[in-house]
């Protein structure tokens, strides 16, 4: 059984880890200079959020846009994965390298683009819990 009972949940949690993410010097500043297009593609339940870095972000204050499902932009990368595998992801326990590795994660572009972006996007493990306990999923939070 999956970690998430609907797509609904899925972007309640990772989702808003990623509005918030757009929003963070820190993050969305790093990634806004990567300048690349990045769709993830997730199952179990299926959802879909891509993250447009190569624009001027449409929201005043984001560094980056964040598009919640289907989208008409061409992405430079697709990482797809269970949604289960990004949970696991955003609390710090999933090596990326050992995911693609074991196909646990899926990539196609150019992935020196993507681990280049890993420093980034590392202040989210510690956040990505707390964002959980505040939204009533504390019960999702990993030990």
């Not at 959020?49 to 560094?63: D, E, H, L, S, V």
């Not at 846009?65 to 061409?74: E, F, M, S, T």
């Amino acid at each position: 059984m999956s970690v998430f009972e609907s797509s609904e949940q899925f972007y309640d949690c990772v989702g808003a880890l990623m509005d918030e993410a757009k929003m963070d010097p820190k993050v969305g500043g790093k990634i806004a200079k990567s300048g690349i297009i990045i769709q993830f593609r997730y199952t179990d339940p299926d959802a879909m959020t891509t993250i447009n870095a190569k624009g001027k972000p449409t929201q005043p204050g984001a560094y980056v846009d964040v598009i919640h499902g289907p989208c008409d932009l061409k992405p430079d990368v697709i990482m797809s994965m269970k949604a289960d595998v990004a949970h696991a992801f955003w609390h710090g326990k999933v090596n990326l390298m050992g995911a693609l590795a074991k196909k646990q994660i899926v990539a196609q572009g150019p992935i020196p683009k993507i681990l280049k972006l890993l420093p980034a996007v590392q202040p989210l493990y510690k956040r990505y819990p707390v964002l959980l306990r505040e939204k009533g999923y504390g019960h999702l939070v990993m030990k």
